[in-house]
């Protein structure tokens, strides 16, 4: 069981996504209505797997929208060993975001 953190402007690279495993970075915004909605079913991810889940304001941290090409919101980005295996974009469902993290597990 993993735990939702909320990315505080720590070394991205070194602190979130070269972990070992899976990393689930949420590109979000506060006034974005489906990420909010994603939020509480992140939390449930977060119960019932090991993979780690990092959420990121782009509002406060402008500099990964362009790092990641991120295009609306909200964008899921799914990190193995520090490398990008797979990108979801839009509100997922808890069964889609499990069946991802189980294909890349």
């Not at 690279?13 to 506060?30: H, K």
């Not at 964008?75 to 974009?89: A, S």
């Amino acid at each position: 069981m993993s735990s939702v953190i909320n990315y505080s402007g720590e070394d991205f690279e070194n602190e979130t996504v070269s972990q070992t495993g899976l990393t689930l970075v949420d590109f979000y915004a506060i006034w974005c209505g489906p990420c909010q909605m994603l939020e509480k079913v992140l939390v449930e991810v977060s119960k019932n797997s090991n993979c780690k889940i990092v959420r990121i304001d782009v509002d406060d941290y402008p500099k990964f929208g362009s790092k990641f090409k991120i295009r609306g919101l909200p964008t899921l980005i799914l990190f193995k060993e520090g490398k990008i295996v797979e990108t979801l974009n839009g509100f997922k469902t808890f069964d889609e975001i499990m069946e991802k993290i189980n294909l890349h597990n």
